[in-house]
């Protein structure tokens, strides 16, 4: 920019007296878009009629940089100011380099697109943070913006799914809607918008007899229960229990141990 003061500024009919501190865009301080005066500062006839006496404040030269930003949903990058940067989509500047200096980092995700449903039922898209699109119960796409979603309907949430896998006997983890993961056996629900790279883990469970049953726990459930465990991956399918009644600490036998256990509970029944 160039920043000039002068006795009047001329649109039409109009004029404006005694500007000062007016941006003139564009060229020199001798030759600008605006100004054009051809280096003569004390008459109208060849300042296309619009300064009068122009005293030239200071030259600022905008500084430029290499700008990383999405467009027509691809990333692109162009040597450009801040200030045209920022108003693309997914933006980041690198001020005093070229595009061949940088490598494009991907679109911030604290940015994007939100489909919603709006008062009236209608469904529609803004481009926000994703706690605003959490209170509009919307479906949050990080770093992609509006333009670049075809069908902006709502959809059932998915997340992180823990369940028992029937063929291996090991639980695995698997992203689906919580309806989904409900009808899964001995399955749990991580939540909405949770994946299974977020390092939700799927405790090991297996085969537990307690008493005459067999239940899929983990093993300090299984502990808790008095019960005895097959080990990880076990499942009940293959597994008789053999209930013993005077086995009192299910280890398979009856011994001193079982009868250490009945004194030990002597007494009136609580």
């Known amino acids: 920019y160039v920043w000039g003061s002068g006795d009047s500024l001329e649109f039409g009919p109009d004029y404006i007296y ?151 006997g090991y639980m695995i983890c698997v992203e689906m809607t919580q309806t989904d993961c409900s009808n899964k056996p001995a399955s749990s629900y991580a939540g909405d918008y949770t994946n299974c790279a977020d390092a939700y883990c799927c405790k090991p469970i297996g085969a537990c007899c307690v008493t005459d049953q067999c239940v899929l726990v983990d093993y300090e459930q299984c502990m808790a229960g008095n019960g005895f465990y097959f080990g990880d991956g076990f499942v009940c399918d293959f597994i008789e229990c053999e209930y013993c009644q005077e086995d009192l600490n299910q280890d398979g036998v009856v011994n001193i141990d079982d009868l250490l256990l009945l004194i030990s509970a002597w007494g009136a029944c609580p």
């Open 18 to 168: 005694g500007f000062q501190g007016m941006p003139i865009t564009g060229g020199t301080i001798l030759n600008s878009v605006l100004v054009d005066y051809q280096g003569n500062v004390s008459s109208w006839t060849e300042d296309k009629k619009m300064l009068g006496d122009l005293v030239i404040t200071s030259a600022i030269d905008e500084e430029t940089g290499a700008c990383c930003y999405q467009e027509n949903c691809e990333s692109h990058c162009s040597v450009m100011s801040e200030a045209q940067c920022i108003t693309y989509f997914g933006s980041s500047f690198f001020p005093n380099t070229t595009c061949d200096d940088v490598a494009c980092p991907p679109p911030p995700d604290d940015i994007g697109a939100c489909c919603y449903q709006d008062a009236t039922g209608w469904f529609d898209c803004i481009e926000t943070d994703p706690w605003t699109c959490e209170k509009l119960q919307g479906i949050y796409y990080p770093g992609i913006p509006c333009i670049c979603i075809n069908d902006c309907v709502q959809t059932t949430p998915t997340g992180a799914c823990c369940f028992l896998d029937v063929d291996s």
